[in-house]
């Protein structure tokens, strides 16, 4: 899932700061300038979510909703 956040309308400089920081610490991958993927890179990434779920590297949403009720 692609989640595009328009850095431009963020005025407050902390709170980019912060929201640039909280994507990295969750690891959630991330480029600050739009530009086109290769089709080099769009295999690669076909390749890893391939390698992803071959490897069970996922949670299932009934998984994620028992983990949720621990919290």
């Known amino acids: 899932m692609e989640q595009i956040i328009d850095f431009d309308n963020i005025k407050d400089p902390g709170k980019k700061e912060w929201l640039l920081q909280s994507l990295k610490l969750m690891g959630i991958g991330f480029q600050a300038t739009e530009k086109p993927q290769t089709l080099k890179e769009y295999n ?6 391939e390698a992803e779920i071959k490897r069970c590297g996922f949670i299932t949403a009934d998984d994620l909703k028992i983990e949720i009720r621990k919290w």
């Open 44 to 49: 690669e990434e076909l390749e890893s979510g």
